[in-house]
C-alpha cells in the first residue's frame, strides 16, 4: 500500500509539472522571462542546477555581507567613519536581499499568490536599496574630493541619515505599487531607475578621476616623485564600474526589453539568458564585500583581528 501510495504521488507531481507547462505556454508568447525562470527554479530533476546555484551564492552572500556588518557595528573606530556607513549598509541591504532570493527560490510557484508577490518585490527593494547605495557612495566620494574638499560633510550621522532615508524611499515606494497593484511595472520601473544610478556612477567617478588626474600634473611640476594616486582610483573605479556593468546590465536590459516587447518570446534561448543574468545579479552581492568591504585597510585588520580571537579561543578550549 506504502509503495502505491508513493507512486500515485509522484504520478500526480509529474501530471501537476505538465499542467503547469501546458498552463503557462512554455514555447509560447503567454509567459514573462520570470515566469519561465521560475518553471525552471520548480522543476523536479535530482540537479536543478539553477537553484542549486542560487542557493549556494546566497548563502555565501549572506556569510561574508553579514559578517562586515556585524564587525562595522560592534567597531567603535570603523563607526567613526561616515563612508563605512555606507559599507555597513550595503552589506545589510545585500544580506536581506541574499535571504529574499533564498525564500523565493523555496517557495516559487509559477502563479501569482500573495506569498510570492511579496518575496519577489522584497528582492527588488533589497537589489534597489542595494545600487541606490552605491550611486550615493559615487556622489558622497565626488563631494568629498572635488566639490567640498576642505569640508567634513560625510560625518557618520549625517552618512546613517542618508542611509535611512534611501531604506524609507525605496521601502514606501515599493509598498505604494505592491498596493496598488502596480507589481507587474516594478521590475520595468527600478530597471529604469538602476540605469540613471549606473550612469551617475560613472559620470561621478570620471569626474573624480579628471580632477585628481590634474591636480598630479600641478603638483608634479614642483616634485621629483611622481604621484600614482590617479592610477590607483583609475583601477578601483574601473572594478566598480565594471563590476556593477557586468552583474547588472543584462538583467536590467532584458527586462526593458520584454516591457516593450522587444523580446521573441517563442526563443528558449531568452529564458536561459535571463538565468544567467539572475545568477549574475546574485554574484554582484558577493562581489561587493570584496569591492567596498575588504579593500578597507582599517576593514580588514578588524576581520583579521576577529579570526585570530577566534582562533586563540578555539585553540584554548
Same mark, same amino acid.
Given at each position: 500500500?506504502?509503495?502505491?501510495?508513493?507512486?500515485?504521488?509522484?504520478?500526480?507531481?509529474?501530471?501537476?509539472?505538465?499542467?503547469?507547462?501546458?498552463?503557462?505556454?512554455?514555447?509560447?508568447?503567454n509567459?514573462?522571462?520570470?515566469?519561465?525562470?521560475?518553471? @525552471?527554479?520548480?522543476?523536479?530533476?535530482?540537479?536543478?542546477? $539553477?537553484? =542549486?546555484l542560487?542557493?549556494?551564492?546566497?548563502?555565501?552572500?549572506?556569510?561574508?555581507?553579514?559578517?562586515?556588518?556585524?564587525?562595522?557595528?560592534?567597531?567603535?573606530?570603523?563607526?567613526?567613519?561616515?563612508?563605512?556607513?555606507?559599507?555597513?549598509s550595503?552589506?545589510?541591504?545585500?544580506?536581506?536581499?541574499?535571504?529574499?532570493? *533564498?525564500?523565493?527560490?523555496?517557495?516559487?510557484?509559477p502563479?501569482?499568490?500573495?506569498?510570492?508577490?511579496? $518575496?519577489?518585490?522584497?528582492?527588488? $527593494?533589497?537589489? *534597489?536599496?542595494?545600487? @541606490?547605495?552605491?550611486?550615493?557612495?559615487?556622489?558622497?566620494?565626488?563631494?568629498?574630493?572635488? =566639490?567640498?574638499p576642505?569640508?567634513r560633510?560625510?560625518?557618520?550621522?549625517?552618512?546613517?541619515?542618508?542611509?535611512?532615508?534611501?531604506?524609507?524611499f525605496?521601502?514606501?515606494?515599493?509598498s505604494?505599487?505592491l498596493?496598488?497593484?502596480?507589481?507587474?511595472?516594478?521590475?520595468?520601473?527600478?530597471?529604469?531607475?538602476?540605469?540613471?544610478?549606473?550612469?551617475?556612477?560613472?559620470?561621478?567617478?570620471?569626474?573624480?578621476?579628471?580632477?585628481?588626474?590634474?591636480?598630479?600634473?600641478?603638483?608634479?611640476?614642483?616634485?621629483? @616623485?611622481?604621484? &600614482?594616486?590617479?592610477?590607483?582610483?583609475?583601477k578601483?573605479?574601473?572594478?566598480?564600474?565594471? $563590476?556593477?556593468?557586468?552583474?547588472?546590465?543584462?538583467?536590467?536590459?532584458?527586462?526593458?526589453?520584454?516591457?516593450?516587447?522587444?523580446?521573441?518570446?517563442?526563443? &528558449?534561448a531568452?529564458?536561459?539568458?535571463?538565468? /544567467?543574468?539572475?545568477?549574475?545579479?546574485?554574484?554582484?552581492? /558577493?562581489?561587493?564585500? /570584496?569591492?567596498?568591504?575588504?579593500r578597507?585597510?582599517?576593514?580588514?585588520?578588524?576581520?583579521?583581528?576577529?579570526?585570530?580571537?577566534?582562533?586563540?579561543?578555539?585553540?584554548? @578550549?
Open positions: 500500500m506504502v509503495l502505491v501510495s508513493a507512486m500515485a504521488e509522484v504520478e500526480l507531481k509529474k501530471e501537476e509539472t505538465a499542467n503547469i507547462s501546458l498552463e503557462f505556454g512554455t514555447n509560447g508568447c509567459t514573462s522571462l520570470l515566469e519561465r525562470f521560475l518553471i @525552471q527554479l520548480i522543476s523536479e530533476n535530482k540537479c536543478n542546477y $539553477t537553484a =542549486i542560487a542557493y549556494i551564492s546566497c548563502i555565501l552572500s549572506i556569510a561574508l555581507n553579514f559578517s562586515i556588518f556585524v564587525i562595522i557595528v560592534s567597531d567603535k573606530t570603523l563607526r567613526k567613519k561616515g563612508n563605512n556607513v555606507f559599507t555597513g550595503l552589506a545589510l541591504s545585500d544580506s536581506f536581499f541574499s535571504v529574499a532570493v *533564498i525564500v523565493l527560490v523555496s517557495i516559487s510557484k502563479g501569482r499568490d500573495e506569498v510570492f508577490l511579496y $518575496t519577489f518585490t522584497a528582492c527588488l $527593494t533589497f537589489a *534597489i536599496i542595494s545600487i @541606490q547605495t552605491i550611486g550615493v557612495v559615487a556622489i558622497e566620494r565626488l563631494l568629498v574630493i572635488v =566639490i567640498f576642505f569640508r560633510i560625510n560625518t557618520p550621522k549625517k552618512m546613517l541619515l542618508v542611509c535611512f532615508c534611501i531604506w524609507g525605496t521601502i514606501s515606494f515599493s505604494v505599487l498596493i496598488a497593484h502596480k507589481h507587474d511595472e516594478l521590475g520595468f520601473i527600478m530597471s529604469v531607475w538602476d540605469v540613471v544610478i549606473l550612469v551617475n556612477v560613472y559620470v561621478s567617478y570620471a569626474l573624480i578621476y579628471w580632477s585628481v588626474k590634474n591636480h598630479e600634473k600641478k603638483v608634479s611640476d614642483h616634485r621629483t @616623485q611622481e604621484i &600614482n594616486i590617479s592610477k590607483k582610483l583609475l578601483t573605479f574601473l572594478i566598480i564600474c565594471v $563590476t556593477c556593468t557586468v552583474c547588472w546590465m543584462p538583467i536590467i536590459t532584458l527586462t526593458i526589453l520584454e516591457h516593450f516587447g522587444k523580446i521573441d518570446c517563442n526563443k &528558449n531568452y529564458t536561459h539568458i535571463f538565468i /544567467i543574468s539572475f545568477n549574475l545579479a546574485l554574484a554582484y552581492s /558577493i562581489a561587493n564585500p /570584496i569591492v567596498y568591504g575588504f578597507i585597510h582599517e576593514l580588514r585588520n578588524a576581520i583579521g583581528e576577529r579570526f585570530t580571537s577566534l582562533w586563540t579561543l578555539s585553540v584554548r @578550549q
